[in-house]
């Protein structure tokens, strides 16, 4: 696709688009950002207005990156990148998506994405993680305090997954459910401190390449189905 005599879809083609203020926000609904950006940028402490709650970033078919700062979008209760095939990196900021007590992020069937970072207190409230049919995947990483109320989180069949690093006091206040299966990649996998208390299955099955296991204090506290399978590799055990 060719627009103003550039090809868009050229692996070298680069157009990311920053939103530095508020006043910016009009370029995530653009149709020419929708159809021409592979980045974008959301600097510190924007789209909180009260109206704005939900963020659906799918129509954007180019993109590759997306970075949003420090405490933006609270009071957003949806969040939708699901299907974007090429999506790589997605890194999110501290005290972001916030101030809700329930909501939804949907990031599936992104076939591309090899990087997800999410900083403390993001996510707070939300009750549904779908991180699913991302084959690429190779680090995940979510800070302290975020997604306090998912039940439930699945990491199965993500052959690319090399290191899975959950902060304190996440995912800490509802039963549910963690398991990592058939990760044949995965090195490193690290449940920090009061995450997962009330969680009460723990499965790690199938990842032979496994060499290092830390659960830290008070997490997965009231697991009463513990399996740990297939691990041939592994090396070191922490458990707090």
């Given at each position: ?20 203020s ?5 370029l ?17 402490n ?39 095939s090429?999506?790589?990196?997605v890194?999110?900021g ?10 939804g ?23 549904v993680?779908k ?33 899975v ?11 549910g ?15 920090s ?23 830290g ?16 590799k ?7």
């Amino acid at each position: 696709m060719t627009i103003r005599g550039i090809d868009v879809l050229s692996p070298q083609f680069e157009r990311s688009i920053v939103v530095s203020s508020d006043s910016d926000l009009w370029l995530l609904s653009s149709f020419l950002s929708r159809i021409t950006a592979t980045g974008i940028i959301v600097n510190n402490n924007c789209g909180n207005d009260p109206s704005f709650t939900s963020l659906d970033l799918t129509p954007f078919s180019l993109l590759r990156q997306i970075t949003i700062g420090d405490s933006c979008f609270r009071n957003v209760r949806e969040v939708k990148l699901s299907g974007l095939s090429g999506l790589e990196s997605v890194v999110v900021g501290s005290s972001t998506f916030k101030n809700t007590n329930s909501g939804g992020l949907y990031m599936n069937g992104c076939i591309s994405l090899n990087s997800m970072v999410i900083g403390a207190n993001s996510f707070v409230g939300y009750d549904v993680l779908k991180c699913f049919a991302n084959p690429l995947l190779e680090e995940l990483r979510i800070g302290d305090y975020c997604f306090r109320n998912v039940t439930e989180l699945r990491l199965n069949e993500l052959s690319n997954l090399k290191s899975v690093v959950i902060g304190s006091n996440s995912f800490s206040n509802k039963n549910g459910a963690f398991s990592v299966m058939s990760c044949s990649s995965l090195k490193l996998l690290r449940i920090s401190s009061s995450s997962m208390v009330d969680y009460s299955v723990l499965n790690v099955e199938n990842t032979p390449s496994l060499e290092v296991l830390s659960i830290g204090s008070n997490a997965f506290k009231n697991v009463d189905m513990l399996r740990l399978n297939g691990l041939s590799k592994l090396k070191k055990v922490e458990i707090s």
